[in-house]
């Protein structure tokens, strides 16, 4: 008798452990669909790209370029570019024209990657571009890096 009840007991400890066990084989395929979804979504869903946008600095700075991350604290631009004001004068009797020009902030003479991490508390307001935006459109006529 006592044999069978060890049986029994044994087999019922292999249903819990099977139980158990299957139940953190669903487990783990929920996890790995989860990030997979996680990573395909932030590869091929998430803007990166596309829309233009103008960011206004507080301290008068303007930036142009695509978001491509965002949180409470931070805002990454990539592709940036830059208003850069001259003053050029034609002839000494006449008024000074300024020439304006969007420089693109690999540029510079420290060549950085196009790239632009900005605190969200030096930004006054963004504006998304549109796609006939005389600015876009200058950037669009630049030759690609």
Same mark, same amino acid.
């Given at each position: 008798?006592?044999?069978?009840?060890?049986?029994?007991?044994?087999?019922?400890? $292999?249903?819990?452990?099977?139980?158990? #066990?299957?139940?953190?084989?669903?487990?783990?395929?929920?996890?790995?669909?989860?990030?997979?979804?996680?990573?395909?979504?932030?590869?091929?869903?998430?803007?990166?790209?596309?829309?233009?946008?103008?960011?206004?600095?507080?301290?008068?700075?303007?930036?142009?370029?695509?978001?491509? $991350? %965002? #949180?409470?604290?931070?805002?990454?631009? $990539?592709?940036?570019?830059?208003? %850069?004001?001259?003053?050029?004068?034609?002839?000494?009797?006449?008024?000074? %024209?300024?020439?304006?020009?969007?420089?693109?902030?690999?540029?510079?003479?420290?060549?950085?990657?196009?790239?632009?991490?900005?605190?969200?508390?030096?930004?006054?307001?963004?504006?998304?571009?549109? #796609?006939?935006?005389?600015?876009?459109?200058?950037?669009?006529?630049?030759?690609? $890096?």
């Amino acid at each position: 008798m006592t044999e069978a009840i060890k049986t029994i007991e044994i087999q019922e400890r $292999k249903k819990a452990n099977s139980k158990k #066990s299957i139940i953190m084989l669903i487990v783990g395929i929920i996890i790995i669909v989860m990030i997979v979804a996680f990573l395909i979504f932030t590869i091929f869903v998430s803007p990166r790209g596309g829309d233009w946008y103008a960011v206004f600095l507080t301290n008068g700075r303007s930036y142009f370029g695509h978001v491509i $991350k %965002q #949180s409470s604290q931070t805002l990454v631009l $990539k592709d940036v570019y830059y208003l %850069q004001v001259q003053q050029v004068s034609a002839e000494e009797r006449e008024e000074v %024209q300024p020439q304006i020009s969007l420089v693109n902030v690999s540029d510079e003479i420290h060549q950085p990657e196009s790239e632009l991490q900005i605190s969200r508390q030096q930004i006054l307001f963004i504006q998304k571009l549109k #796609s006939d935006s005389q600015v876009v459109l200058s950037i669009e006529q630049q030759p690609k $890096k």
